[in-house]
């Protein structure tokens, strides 16, 4: 029986966009985190809200949260037929706000991977300077 990160009993290999996603998922950091807020309804459709819910799942893991348990994960439910978005704060006061209805689940992670690294290069920039002083 075959096993492994690409292979899955009973279901077979993974496709390319699973693959992708989780190994965006695994090089994930919420070290400049804060808070991060999602936002959905689900009542305005499954292919809106599927990638959001798929996204919240899998940043919630145990895995990806001990890399900041400071950091809050909150999804709200509404039913005001409003899109789906991510409110995120990060540890430097600045905020970060990512509308998803059109965004598919490795796009969000992707996006989010970006701001975090961004955000992680300030940081040690600002430490650097620090350092020189």
Known sequence: MKYGFKYIPFVGRLSSFNTDFYNTL???QLNSVAKIDMKLDPFSGKDITE???TFAFHIDTPKIRQTNY???VKLNFVCDRSEPQMHVKFNSGQ???LKTSNLNALE???EFKVLCDIQERKADEAQAKKGRR
């Open 26 to 28: 695994k090089t994930l």
């Open 51 to 53: 990638s959001l819910r």
């Open 70 to 72: 400071k950091c809050g």
């Open 95 to 97: 905020k970060a706000l």
């Open 108 to 110: 969000i992670a992707q």
